[in-house]
């Protein structure tokens, strides 16, 4: 019995190629689609859920309110001691610092900034007992100072070995100058999980040498994202407790010790380390991968179930388009005996090869697309065949489908009366309204995401194009090694100067706009005797700076040349926040540089963008510092030019460059370049709408294509009389495409509002976007119905086109 | 082994309504072979649905093998018709996609008979409608007098007690038409009871009583008295 069905199904196929394959077509890309994104969230949800008692781990992280505020995923480092005070509630602490830098090792080549190094204390493998230790334990390895722990991955590059084993008492350089003797060796890391580091520097060194200037022990004042606090709570207890009595206890003794006492009001709280891999706001550690974004995951899960949704509905369009061609055999087939049960599960069983084929299909459209998007798509997202959880997945991917699909055709087609099925009479027209409705809902998704589309793709160009207030454009800048001395920023700085293709050089801390920032808190002390604090954007430089960058003064003049913060400019924004409406009433005010050093201000720059259009413009200061300047920016001379001359410069540049700073790598940046990146985020997003677009367009032009070669067969008699009566070729192309246009009308009406909805809230991100213009709504509706009549006019005029005498012998 | 009583069958669309039957009683003995004569319209396929279970009436009663079956469900008039009735179509129906045998095959799919036992039995009946050599042809490689001996193989192959023929000749040259008459003739020597609806005077004729219709009703009954072959 099953044979025969599977053999007919096959055959059926076989016989109506051309229904098949749009059938097929339709299911394999919402199939590939959502398989392609059940890959990436599946990636993304298996973080480290094999650790032990993961769900009683927490990161403790830093809050603040005050002359400067926002969250911090690092804690102050004297939390780390106040932690292993509090034994009732916390079973284990890991405190730790994520570090990277240069590696060397003999005379060998320095392996630069090795990143995924943590200094870390034994208890940190309390916290996470999941390594396998191949050599050594936590306590022996990493007690004493200048120890480390390698992965067998690590030991091998470093050290030129097969066993593992021959690493132990090598040494090597971190940071060129802090010696190292591998005490330990873990087995390699897995790859999907966040505690990526593959190298751990005993805590003790630390305080045993120069690490203890940059990373200050038992510190309050300095909060910094790469000192991490990681607790394993007692069971039982809830983070929320601990969060009242340790957070209560730290937050007072950040107000007691640290810098800013009663200006900062610091919170501690708990992140749940299952949320470590999803927390888009606190982030993993500094230099780690990013961290899942769940809007975008379920942004893009829902996507894949609309995408199938409208597969399905597709399916169920065509197959039910086709029941009256099959109810001749539902009638033959019910008259020698069939039964109904039978009959469905024989088209059930059709459905499912049809899926089976189609899931096949699916697979290889993954691949594709996985490569396709290879640059949007982390590392390691992959389809595995022998994985037993994508196993069961593609067998319950294609099973409900299947079903999903298939059992609306079954139960109508095998419902026929099988006296009029038998005569090819089988009642069929209330499917005509379903099947009118299923395209008025792909053609909702389809225009909704076409709207959402145009708004991506507008603000995107609104954002690429906006003028920021400086110039961008034949701006190249680097960043000098760091710390290096002053003289030899200067000596490159003059070198570069007299190269003739260079208009303008100028030494600063960063671009005028960034995508990191810092701030410095300033005071102003009012007239009305108000002291007014705030946290101030620094964009610090020499006095060739706004010239560089083309920023207009407009009020005062420039700062005097000095190594040293001597002046000051502020732009208009800060100007106004000080109580200044005229920009130049702020001129020669005096402001206390945090540390009570005051300083004049002596200019005020015309406001501009101080970093991507998400945020809005808020009060910087201009100053000079020397010490802080770790960018050469310089503006060349290249109107006209081509690629190579612009490749020249650069190299000759490289020439200077390796003069001063031999051995260090010549990075450079085309500031415009710099600034698009802002927006990779949302030029993935519009990558994705148009992956989306596209895609339920396609779906949405199978499903009319099945619909409009059902109409013209159902009405090729109408045809025939109308033509045989007068009617012209035009006439019938426009009856026969007429109600599509109507169908794709009646959409919009329900497709435009929520493209218009979903839009706004979008672009409520940025502090500066585009309008939801009328035309907008205009240029959708038009090219849905354009894409619509350009689908079903081929099959309209050939149905216009055919010779009336074939068409009336038809009945 | 057939008896209606009063049977009635009424088409209703939203404006109108026909009468199809109108309180048609007959009575059919094992082993006859009745013809159902009568101009288009008349109501003959549709009585011949309503006796092949393929249909319901819309009133009257009909016994089919001692049971009352008119109010019977889908599902026990399916059990009925798959142990019991075979159909010959005017237009053959053969199922496009299957094989000669398979097509002779699915009846026998259907009564869940066992795979050797089943082409054992196919065989043996294409065999006898001299067929055998066509057995992995498909329909559309057939003439019209080799579909219809296929069709008659199908009918024929669960040994039904019943043979309903709706104008078996009717898409046949009067040679392959006289084929198909003989075959029918040779089924009813056997034990088979047929009910055939025709057009014409002459097949009706190879049949032992003629039924005619007219507007729904029945209004003569003749036993035929000549017996052609």
């Not at chain 1, 132990?168 to 390699?188: E, K, M, Y």
């Not at chain 1, 369009?317 to 001749?328: G, I, K």
């Not at chain 1, 589309?453 to 701006?475: S, V």
Request: proline share 3%.
């Amino acid at each position: 019995m099953l044979q025969n069905y599977f053999k007919i199904a096959a055959r059926n196929l076989w016989r109506n190629k051309l229904h098949a394959f749009i059938n097929v077509l339709g299911l394999s890309i919402g199939l590939g689609a959502c398989l392609v994104i059940y890959l990436l969230a599946e990636y993304e949800l298996s973080f480290d859920t094999f650790r032990t008692d993961k769900e009683r781990i927490y990161r403790i992280y830093s809050s603040f309110d005050g002359v400067f505020s926002g969250f911090n995923r690092g804690v102050p480092t004297a939390m780390a001691s106040l932690v292993e005070e509090e034994q009732q509630l916390i079973e284990s602490s890991a405190a730790f610092q994520v570090v990277s830098g240069s590696i060397k090792v003999d005379d060998r080549d320095l392996l630069r900034q090795q990143e995924g190094i943590a200094i870390a204390s034994p208890t940190y493998f309390d916290v996470f007992p999941d390594y396998e230790w191949l050599v050594g334990n936590p306590v022996t390895s990493l007690s004493e100072p200048y120890k480390a722990v390698l992965t067998e991955e690590r030991a091998k590059q470093y050290f030129d070995i097969t066993d593992p084993g021959e690493a132990i008492g090598q040494q090597f350089h971190f940071r060129d100058s802090l010696p190292l003797t591998v005490a330990g060796i873990i087995a390699n890391i897995p790859k999907r999980t966040d505690l990526d580091f593959e190298m751990f520097i005993s805590h003790s060194t630390i305080e045993a040498s120069w690490l203890k200037n940059n990373y200050e022990p038992n510190n309050w004042s300095n909060t910094n994202s790469s000192h991490q606090v990681f607790v394993k709570l007692q069971s039982g207890i809830e983070p929320e407790q601990v969060e009242a009595t340790l957070g209560q206890d730290a937050k007072a003794l950040y107000k007691k010790d640290s810098y800013f006492g009663d200006d900062v009001d610091a919170g501690f709280h708990l992140q749940s380390f299952t949320d470590l891999h999803y927390n888009a706001d606190l982030s993993i550690f500094d230099h780690s991968r990013e961290p899942a974004h769940m809007p975008t995951l379920y942004a893009l899960l829902s996507i894949a179930g609309i995408l199938l949704f409208i597969a399905i509905i597709n399916f169920i369009n065509l197959e039910t388009a086709q029941a009256s061609r099959r109810s001749l055999e539902v009638g033959i087939r019910k008259a020698i005996g069939g039964t109904r049960k039978e009959l469905i599960i024989q088209f059930l069983l059709e459905t499912l090869v049809l899926t089976v084929v189609a899931v096949a299909v699916s697979l290889a459209l993954a691949k594709v697309g996985l490569r396709y998007f290879a640059d949007y798509i982390p590392e390691g997202v992959g389809l595995d065949i022998t994985s037993p959880l994508h196993l069961s997945f593609l067998l319950g991917l294609t099973l409900t489908v299947a079903l999903l699909a298939g059992a609306y055709p079954a139960f109508i087609m095998s419902g026929y009366k099988p006296a009029f099925a038998l005569k090819g009479k089988a009642k069929n027209s209330g499917h005509v309204n379903l099947r009118r409705g299923l395209i008025i809902f792909q053609f909702i998704i389809a225009q909704a995401l076409i709207f959402g589309n145009l708004a991506i793709g507008q603000q995107l160009n609104y954002m690429l194009n906006k003028d920021m207030g400086f110039e961008k454009d034949a701006i190249v800048y680097f960043y000098v090694p760091w710390q290096s001395a002053n003289e030899k920023k200067i000596i490159l700085a003059n070198e570069l100067r007299a190269y003739p293709e260079i208009k303008a050089l100028s030494l600063h801390e960063q671009t005028p706009a960034s995508s990191s920032y810092s701030t410095t808190v300033m005071k102003y002390q009012s007239k009305s005797g108000e002291e007014i604090k705030y946290s101030t954007y620094r964009k610090f430089g020499d006095t060739s700076f706004i010239h560089l960058y083309g920023m207009d003064i407009i009020a005062g003049r420039n700062m005097v040349p000095s190594d040293t913060l001597y002046e000051i400019l502020v732009n208009e924004a800060y100007a106004e926040y000080l109580g200044f409406d005229n920009p130049a009433d702020a001129l020669g005010e005096q402001l206390d540089y945090g540390d009570g050093k005051m300083v004049p201000i002596v200019g005020v720059v015309d406001n501009f963008h101080f970093s991507s259009l998400h945020d809005k413009i808020e009060p910087v200061v201009i100053g000079s510092d020397i010490d802080d300047y770790g960018i050469i920016g310089l503006k060349l001379q290249i109107t006209g030019q081509e690629g190579a001359h612009i490749q020249a410069i650069l190299e000759r540049m490289e020439q200077s460059w390796n003069k001063i700073y031999p051995g260090e790598p010549f990075e450079y940046n085309f500031l415009d370049e710099t600034i698009a990146n802002f927006y990779r985020s949302e030029r993935r997003a519009s990558v994705l709408s148009t992956f989306a677009m596209s895609i339920a367009i396609l779906i949405s032009c199978l499903g009319l294509l099945g619909l409009i070669s059902y109409t013209t067969a159902q009405r090729t008699k109408e045809i025939g009389i109308r033509k045989v009566l007068g009617a012209s070729v035009q006439q019938l192309v426009a009856l026969l495409t007429k109600d599509f246009v109507i169908l794709v009308l009646v959409a919009a009406v329900v497709a435009l509002p929520i493209g218009w909805y979903m839009s706004k809230q979008w672009l409520q991100d940025f502090a500066y976007h585009i309008h939801l213009d009328w035309w907008m709504f205009v240029l959708v509706t038009g090219a849905a119905i354009l894409i619509a009549l350009l689908t079903v006019s081929f099959r309209a005029l050939r149905a216009a086109l055919a010779n009336p005498a074939d068409s009336l012998k038809y009945e | 082994m057939i008896r209606t009583n009063e049977l009635v069958k009424v088409y209703r669309t939203e404006e109108v309504e026909t009468t199809a039957l109108n309180k048609v009683s007959i009575e059919i003995k094992a082993g006859e072979f009745v013809s159902i004569m009568g101009p288009s319209g008349c109501g003959k396929s549709t009585l011949l649905n309503i006796l092949g279970l393929i249909d319901n009436p819309s009133g009257g009663e009909y016994h089919f093998l001692d049971h009352e079956v008119s109010s019977y469900s889908e599902r026990k008039r399916s059990q009925l018709r798959k142990n019991n009735i075979g159909f010959i179509f005017q237009s053959f129906n053969l199922i496009d996609e299957l094989t000669v045998f398979e097509n002779v095959e699915l009846p026998l799919i259907y009564t869940k008979v066992g795979g050797s036992e089943r082409k054992k039995r196919v065989e043996e009946v294409l065999e006898k409608m001299n067929m055998m050599h066509r057995r992995n042809h498909f329909p559309q490689q057939l003439s019209g007098g080799q579909q219809q001996r296929v069709a008659v193989a199908r009918a024929i192959v669960n040994n039904p007690k019943l043979i309903l023929a709706d104008e078996p000749t009717g898409n046949l040259d009067s040679s392959n038409g006289s084929d198909v008459m003989k075959t029918l003739v040779h089924l009813n020597n056997e034990g088979a009871t047929i009910i055939m609806v025709t057009h014409s005077q002459y097949c009706a004729e190879f049949g032992n009583r003629i039924i005619r219709l007219l507007d729904g009703q029945v209004v003569t009954e003749n036993i035929v008295s000549k017996q052609l072959l």
